[in-house]
């Protein structure tokens, strides 16, 4: 038939040059079947607080993505009083851009409300003659 190869001691002395730790193992099939039997307790358990997450989730995201608007409409009161100044006159439109469109709705804004060309750009930041607060729902 075939020969014996005793490859143990071999197998060791190169994980030892490797740097890796061989212990010596004994199978257990009560000690399987123990683990067994507790990763499944535990899947029943992570299935349960996952599901009762998700519905957290859903019930609360309309009343997180309510404020996050209501912090966006501040952003562009504040910034057009500081901008405009007061008495306070000045309309806010919320646009739904598609993908690809937003320098060709950046262009027509600019046309369409007087883009002062003059403006010195210091900064990094792009300036319009009109608020302008970019966000991804």
């Known amino acids: 038939a075939g020969t014996k190869i005793d490859f143990e001691k071999e ?37 349960g607080m996952k599901s009762g997450l998700m519905r957290w989730c859903k019930t609360h995201y309309g009343e997180a993505f309510v404020a996050w608007m209501h912090i966006k409409v501040i952003r562009v009161f504040v910034e057009s009083v500081l901008r405009y100044g007061l008495p306070v006159d000045f309309t806010a439109v919320l646009y739904k851009v598609a993908d690809g469109k937003h320098v060709e709705l950046v262009t027509a804004l600019d046309k369409a409300l007087g883009k ?8 990094d930041e792009e300036y319009h003659d009109f608020v302008l607060l970019k966000f991804d729902a």
């Open 11 to 47: 197998f060791i002395k190169v994980c030892n040059q490797k740097r890796f730790a061989v212990r010596d193992f004994k199978y257990d099939p009560t000690q399987a079947s123990k683990s067994a039997m507790a990763l499944e307790q535990l899947q029943v358990e992570v299935d």
């Open 116 to 123: 002062n060309e003059e403006t010195a750009e210091d900064d």
